[in-house]
């Protein structure tokens, strides 16, 4: 059973780019949540996502970020017109339902010039 | 919201030693406390995890013990090696299908040869 992937691992935007990063769970896993990193923190939680829908987005801020689970296909989490404090590491992790267990993905490290 | 405080922020040990870090959680709901590993470059490893149920796990060099009534719990490494060098994250969250996890701001342990 594979683990959580994420894509790309590394991502270089400048200012005012957009930046989609994508998580695929563990097979079976219906819950999807993003955290993000900054260098030497631990993780800040963004989004608690469910097939086609957000749970619980009080992570997020509130321009400029946005979060999608479809039915088909990975969870996507988007960041329009970046800034440098956008950089940082982006985590997903996934957890079947009923269970607290999350398991992490190698996370998404995006760097904004 | 919940709050969790994590000492120390590093620690060095001598290989063969132990190793103890301490957390300490502010909502009375949370029951449940995972403690991730995170190497660098990678993503969180879940380790080890406690239920509110349970006041002590244990998992070959691996222990975590929990006071619900203080609000703390701790990790405990026992005969240290090098490999366990990396930093350290515990987090408390709500149980299943709460959603987020809350976590400390990590411990980086370093274990000398």
């Known amino acids: 059973n594979a683990g959580v992937m994420q894509n790309p691992r590394h991502l270089v935007r400048r200012r005012g780019q957009e930046a989609r990063l994508r998580c695929s769970p563990m097979?079976?896993?219906?819950?999807v949540y993003w955290y993000r990193q900054l260098p030497e923190e631990g993780l800040k939680f963004m989004v608690y996502l469910q097939k086609e829908n957000i749970i619980d987005e009080s992570g997020m801020p509130k321009e400029r970020f946005s979060a999608e689970f479809p039915k088909e296909g990975p969870s996507i989490l988007r960041i329009q017109q970046v800034v440098r404090g956008d950089s940082a590491a982006y985590f997903c992790?996934?957890?079947?339902?009923?269970?607290?267990?999350?398991?992490f993905g190698p996370g998404t490290r995006l760097l904004v010039l | 919201g919940e709050n969790v405080e994590q000492h120390p922020s590093t620690l060095s040990v001598q290989e063969g030693d132990s190793a103890v870090i301490k957390c300490t959680y502010s909502d009375s709901a949370s029951n449940y406390f995972p403690w991730y590993k995170q190497e660098l470059g990678k993503g969180p490893q879940l380790i080890i995890d406690?239920?509110?149920?349970?006041g002590e796990k244990k998992d070959q060099r691996i222990a975590v013990t929990l006071n619900k009534t203080a609000k703390h719990f701790s990790l405990h490494i026992t005969e240290t090696q090098p490999e366990d060098s990396a930093v350290y994250f515990c987090?408390?969250?709500?149980?299943?299908?709460?959603?987020?996890?809350?976590f400390g701001d990590g411990t980086t342990l370093t274990v000398k040869p």
């Open positions: 097979k079976g896993h219906s819950h």
């Open positions: 406690i239920r509110s149920n349970v």
């Open positions: 992790a996934s957890s079947p339902p009923h269970q607290e267990t999350q398991y």
């Open positions: 987090a408390a969250s709500m149980g299943t299908n709460a959603g987020k996890s809350t």
